[in-house]
């Protein structure tokens, strides 16, 4: 008889606070679940984004093989950047595999996805997420979102960012955090109340929406720290999660003793510097072109200005940037491309692949990129002259040679825990770099948290993200065909380890 899962995601949730939560005592849901059962170290995807590292979650794939690493990615065989939408993934979520196979199944707010309708129960997607702007909420059945926002209302907060809060906003927005949770409580136990469900899959957004706008306000080494704020607000970051470890605690209590638990965050979360948004500028320098601005907004403010102004009326001036763009690129031997601004993303345009590709692959494009990554190295930040770049690392690094051609071909990984005000060297000169969006941005590690009549009571084995997946399907007696994860033996009680058992974590 397959056991019955009660699956819980803690979207970026940091480890090391969870860690030190646990241990002084403050998270003891979690704390408990530690102490019964079997933790780990959680992977992401190094260097994508939370979209990437979401679709690893709900496919079992690397990004290597589903291809998706940020919202907008280069369109393969172009120049363009174009969106790649939740409702454009094709290659089929694991709860839909569990349903063909006859396991029932409840599936709330995983991010980064839509409604299946091919289901066995219910999936609800949309509805409290980490977002910037409002999203559709859609369900299967169709009518499960109406009658969720009926009776549980909409999301109170469905924009997570807002810059230069004022201490009352901040207490306002922690306060919504924690009544966000409370409510998908309310629904996730509703759920468990309705009917005997084979998996119960739901994720909270709380610890991602606080760590980008609140960081600030948690870590007294963040550059942009206020003690005054904090003395009068509190620390909206260990609010939140203090409710999310009373939300874990009244699921697994709910679930009841025979259920097996997974409690997991796919990322964690630091200090945001970065120097992202100058990239683009720091490659045209070195490419003997002068710098256009603040990044794509600069490019597309210079290139439109240049145009005349009956051609400027007339046109369209998204497509038309988009034109301009893209011719821009292919008279380059590289470029930067959009990613989430904790890690730089580099294009390389190559022969055989971009339209008028400039770099020839084999020796050509080899020395071309050992060079680029030297020249990367010696950027420092302009005040305290310390290395802004901590390594540059190819795609094949991280996803293998046979890697999807649609991801990124170099990250730039930045060093963090220093304010990033600008950058030079001797070949770039100095460019001045915007302050980050965000107070806190994304460390690629997690952890996961287990309990059960199968589970190890120790310390589990390291895993990736696209573990879950079998995991979950090995807990409930399925066996998924074509994954690139594997099953965490420490929480299933067989013998098969995940690939990433004996790896050691990335930067």
Same mark, same amino acid.
């Given at each position: 008889?397959?056991?019955?899962?009660?699956c819980?995601?803690?979207?970026?949730?940091?480890?090391?606070?969870v860690?030190?939560?646990?241990?002084a005592g403050?998270?003891?849901?979690?704390r408990?679940?530690?102490?019964q059962?079997?933790?780990?170290?959680l992977?992401?995807?190094?260097?994508?984004?939370? /979209?990437?590292?979401?679709?690893?979650?709900?496919s079992?794939?690397?990004p290597?093989?589903?291809?998706?690493s940020f919202?907008?990615?280069?369109?393969?065989?172009?120049?363009d950047?174009?969106?790649?939408p939740q409702?454009d993934?094709?290659?089929g979520y $694991?709860?839909?595999a569990?349903s063909?196979?006859?396991r029932r199944?409840?599936v709330?707010?995983?991010?980064?996805?839509?409604a299946?309708?091919?289901?066995?129960g219910?999936?609800?997607?949309?509805?409290?997420?980490?977002?910037?702007?409002?999203?559709?909420?859609?369900?299967?059945?169709?009518?499960?979102?109406?009658?969720?926002?009926a009776?549980?209302g909409?999301?109170?907060?469905p924009n997570?960012?807002?810059?230069?809060?004022?201490?009352?906003?901040y207490a306002a $927005?922690?306060d919504?955090?924690v009544?966000?949770?409370?409510?998908?409580?309310?629904?996730?136990?509703d759920l468990?109340?309705r009917?005997d469900?084979?998996?119960?899959?739901g994720?909270y957004a709380?610890?991602?929406?606080?760590?980008?706008e609140?960081? /600030?306000?948690?870590?007294a080494s963040?550059?942009?720290?206020d003690?005054d704020?904090?003395?009068r607000?509190g620390d909206?970051?260990?609010?939140?999660?203090?409710?999310?470890?009373?939300?874990v605690?009244?699921?697994v209590?709910?679930?009841?003793?025979?259920?097996t638990?997974?409690?997991?965050?796919p990322?964690?979360m630091?200090?945001?510097?970065?120097?992202?948004?100058?990239?683009?500028?720091? &490659?045209r320098r070195l490419?003997g072109e002068?710098?256009?601005?603040?990044?794509?907004?600069?490019v597309?403010?210079?290139l439109?200005?240049?145009l005349?102004?009956?051609?400027q009326?007339?046109?369209?001036?998204?497509r038309?940037a988009?034109?301009? $763009?893209?011719?821009?690129?292919s008279r380059?031997?590289? $470029?930067?491309?959009?990613?989430n601004?904790a890690?730089?993303?580099i294009?390389?345009n190559r022969?055989g692949?971009e339209?008028?590709?400039r770099?020839?692959p084999g020796?050509?494009c080899?020395?071309f990129?050992?060079?680029?990554e030297?020249d990367l190295?010696?950027?420092v930040?302009?005040e305290?002259?310390e290395?802004v770049?901590?390594t540059?690392k190819?795609?094949?690094e991280?996803?293998?040679?046979?890697a999807?051609?649609?991801?990124?071909?170099?990250f730039?990984i930045?060093?963090?825990?220093?304010?990033?005000?600008?950058?030079?060297s001797?070949?770039?000169g100095r460019?001045?770099?915007?302050?980050?969006?965000?107070?806190g941005?994304? &460390?690629?590690?997690?952890?996961?948290?287990?309990q059960g009549?199968?589970?190890?009571?120790?310390p589990?084995?390291?895993?990736?993200?696209e573990?879950?997946?079998p995991?979950?399907?090995a807990l409930?007696?399925?066996?998924?065909?074509g994954l690139?994860?594997?099953?965490?033996a420490?929480?299933?009680?067989?013998?098969?380890e995940s690939p /990433?058992?004996?790896?050691?974590?990335?930067?």
């Amino acid at each position: 008889m397959p056991a019955k899962v009660l699956c819980v995601g803690l979207d970026g949730a940091e480890a090391e606070l969870v860690r030190g939560g646990i241990e002084a005592g403050w998270l003891p849901s979690l704390r408990a679940l530690s102490e019964q059962g079997s933790c780990g170290e959680l992977w992401p995807p190094p260097c994508v984004s939370d /979209h990437g590292i979401w679709t690893s979650f709900y496919s079992g794939r690397s990004p290597g093989t589903h291809g998706r690493s940020f919202v907008s990615q280069i369109r393969s065989g172009s120049y363009d950047v174009r969106p790649r939408p939740q409702r454009d993934f094709d290659g089929g979520y $694991f709860w839909d595999a569990l349903s063909r196979a006859g396991r029932r199944v409840a599936v709330v707010d995983v991010p980064k996805c839509e409604a299946s309708a091919d289901v066995l129960g219910v999936h609800l997607a949309n509805w409290i997420v980490h977002t910037g702007e409002p999203l559709t909420v859609s369900s299967a059945p169709a009518e499960l979102a109406g009658e969720v926002v009926a009776r549980h209302g909409e999301d109170p907060l469905p924009n997570c960012f807002n810059t230069g809060r004022s201490v009352d906003e901040y207490a306002a $927005f922690r306060d919504l955090l924690v009544e966000r949770v409370e409510a998908k409580t309310r629904l996730l136990l509703d759920l468990l109340e309705r009917d005997d469900w084979d998996l119960l899959l739901g994720v909270y957004a709380g610890a991602h929406c606080v760590g980008h706008e609140c960081w /600030h306000l948690h870590d007294a080494s963040h550059p942009l720290h206020d003690a005054d704020v904090t003395a009068r607000v509190g620390d909206p970051v260990r609010d939140v999660y203090a409710a999310l470890d009373l939300a874990v605690g009244a699921l697994v209590e709910h679930a009841g003793p025979d259920a097996t638990v997974i409690v997991f965050s796919p990322m964690g979360m630091a200090s945001g510097e970065s120097a992202s948004p100058v990239l683009d500028d720091v &490659l045209r320098r070195l490419d003997g072109e002068p710098p256009v601005g603040r990044g794509a907004t600069g490019v597309a403010r210079a290139l439109w200005r240049t145009l005349p102004l009956d051609v400027q009326k007339r046109r369209k001036p998204r497509r038309l940037a988009d034109a301009m $763009f893209a011719a821009e690129r292919s008279r380059r031997p590289c $470029f930067a491309v959009p990613n989430n601004d904790a890690f730089g993303a580099i294009r390389l345009n190559r022969v055989g692949r971009e339209p008028e590709g400039r770099l020839h692959p084999g020796p050509e494009c080899e020395a071309f990129c050992q060079q680029l990554e030297r020249d990367l190295l010696d950027l420092v930040e302009v005040e305290s002259g310390e290395p802004v770049v901590e390594t540059v690392k190819r795609r094949e690094e991280f996803f293998g040679s046979n890697a999807s051609e649609d991801l990124p071909d170099l990250f730039v990984i930045w060093r963090r825990g220093a304010p990033i005000r600008g950058v030079e060297s001797a070949k770039v000169g100095r460019l001045a770099v915007p302050q980050p969006a965000v107070s806190g941005n994304h &460390l690629f590690r997690g952890f996961y948290l287990a309990q059960g009549p199968g589970c190890d009571a120790q310390p589990g084995a390291n895993a990736a993200i696209e573990d879950l997946a079998p995991t979950i399907g090995a807990l409930l007696g399925v066996s998924f065909e074509g994954l690139d994860g594997a099953p965490i033996a420490s929480v299933v009680g067989g013998s098969r380890e995940s690939p /990433h058992a004996g790896a050691q974590a990335g930067t």
